[in-house]
């Protein structure tokens, strides 16, 4: 009887070179956010937010642990966590412009959000 290494079927082994550099950047792209959304959570608690109001950096957190969900369902390969995601941008973008936080270099997270919902896997 051949032995069966279980370790190869847990996980993703791509064929040929293409799919091993579609599924680096999917996981560099997926490491950066996550990374991105912690340094965020932190940030959001040096008082740099404070004169935004009350409830605005728990607001923020929130909108973070929503879109930490949706990166790891995204990285699970569910289809519906890409609109999560794109949903949780807009809620954040909607969000700092309401309290006037809006910085034009956060329309950055679009980008992913748009290559998450448009790019079949």
Not at 34 to 51: C, E, H, R
Not at 76 to 88: D, H, Q, R, T, Y
Request: hydrophobic content about 60%; charged content about 10%; proline content about 3%.
């Amino acid at each position: 009887m051949p032995k069966v290494n279980y370790l190869n079927s847990l996980i993703f082994i791509p064929t040929n070179d293409l799919m091993l550099k579609s599924r680096l950047l999917f996981n560099g792209i997926i490491a950066t956010l996550a990374l991105l959304g912690l340094y965020d959570i932190i940030y959001t608690f040096t008082g740099v937010s404070a004169q935004l109001g009350l409830l605005y950096p728990a607001a923020h957190v929130l909108l973070n642990i929503i879109g930490f969900v949706a990166i790891s369902f995204i990285w699970s390969n569910e289809k519906w966590a890409a609109w999560l995601f794109l949903g949780v941008v807009i809620a954040h973008l909607t969000l700092d412009l309401a309290v006037g936080g809006f910085q034009l270099w956060k329309l950055i997270l679009l980008v992913p959000g748009l290559f998450f919902l448009l790019v079949k896997r």
